[in-house]
């Protein structure tokens, strides 16, 4: 591998050919791989998840498979299944989708709850136990999950459990007039994302990932993280704070950025700016009738003036 720095550069600029005037957007989704964390894509139909996720795969010279969700979707049509050999007379585990480096869980809330928890130990522990038998997962393993938002018809709310095994949720957007402009003027293929080269193998992926954990956070700086995390179980305005997951979470997070972005030390602002990115999709809004409810844009401010009330480590 060559420098990270250049190495990272070369990726996010790999996407960018394809996902135009999102830098910041292709920047969280190299932070959540590189922080070995999962990625939360949630917008409107059309605006690129799906091309995104696409992108970050064929950028890596990894495995990729893609899982379509859908209401009748099963377990097994994830995790795998036994099937019964006759000349062997013996059971085969016969691997599914989930066992890649990228996989993309497509329209994640299209499907039941049953089948969304097939994702947790997968995503949590990196591997599938099926008839008592435990697999490993490959590594780096990452999964990019795409939803369309919870009012649209067809969808099943993710549960608490699997939001938190996501390290991020992200919104797109719609591109600027400039930019779907060149989307417009770009040449037809069936898929934009299927012209990209690889820029990084698996190895350098996990190097990378290596550099990460020994990027060094200062005490004060844990602390800090600490204590926007402790205002998230007080705040009267939420009534689920932030676990100990999405404390690691943030923690992690946030040394993947200071190396994206060319330090080998945090700072504050690396905290400051993921907080809502990492945190909000954990939290849940405390309602005036007393019953709880889920609303991201409302979390994402109440995380961000709880983020602007604690003072800052000089």
Do not use: W
């Amino acid at each position: 591998m060559t420098n990270p720095t250049e190495a990272i550069q070369s990726i996010q600029e790999n996407i960018s050919r394809v996902i135009k005037g999102k830098p910041l957007v292709i920047e969280m989704t190299v932070v959540a791989l590189l922080a070995r964390g999962h990625l939360l894509l949630e917008d409107v139909p059309g605006v690129g998840k799906t091309t995104l996720a696409h992108s970050l795969a064929r950028s890596l010279d990894c495995s990729f498979k893609r899982i379509q969700f859908t209401s009748d979707l099963l377990p097994s049509d994830i995790v795998g299944v036994s099937i019964f050999n006759r000349q062997k007379q013996a059971f085969e585990f016969m691997p599914g989708p989930i066992f890649a480096n990228v996989v993309l869980a497509d329209e994640i809330n299209r499907t039941t709850p049953k089948t969304q928890s097939s994702l947790l130990e997968a995503m949590s522990e990196a591997q599938i136990s099926v008839d008592s038998q435990t697999y490993p997962l490959s590594q780096p393993f990452m999964v990019i999950a795409t939803q369309n938002p919870a009012e649209y018809h067809g969808t099943f709310p993710l549960p608490e459990s699997q939001l938190d095994r996501f390290l991020m949720r992200l919104r797109i957007g719609y591109p600027s007039p400039e930019e779907e402009r060149k989307v417009l003027g770009r040449s037809p293929s069936l898929h934009p994302a299927e012209d990209l080269q690889p820029m990084l193998a698996g190895q350098d992926v996990l190097d990378l990932q290596a550099q990460v954990d020994q990027v060094f956070m200062d005490d004060s700086l844990t602390e800090y993280l600490l204590s926007i995390i402790q205002a998230t179980r007080q705040s009267e305005l939420l009534s689920l704070g932030v676990s100990t997951r999405g404390a690691l979470a943030l923690n992690r997070a946030s040394k993947s950025l200071a190396l994206v972005r060319g330090r080998t030390y945090c700072v504050p602002d690396d905290i400051k700016e993921l907080a809502s990115t990492v945190l909000s999709h954990r939290v849940m809004v405390a309602s005036t009738q007393g019953i709880r409810q889920r609303s991201f844009e409302q979390a994402e401010r109440i995380i961000q003036d709880i983020v602007d009330s604690v003072p800052v480590p000089v």
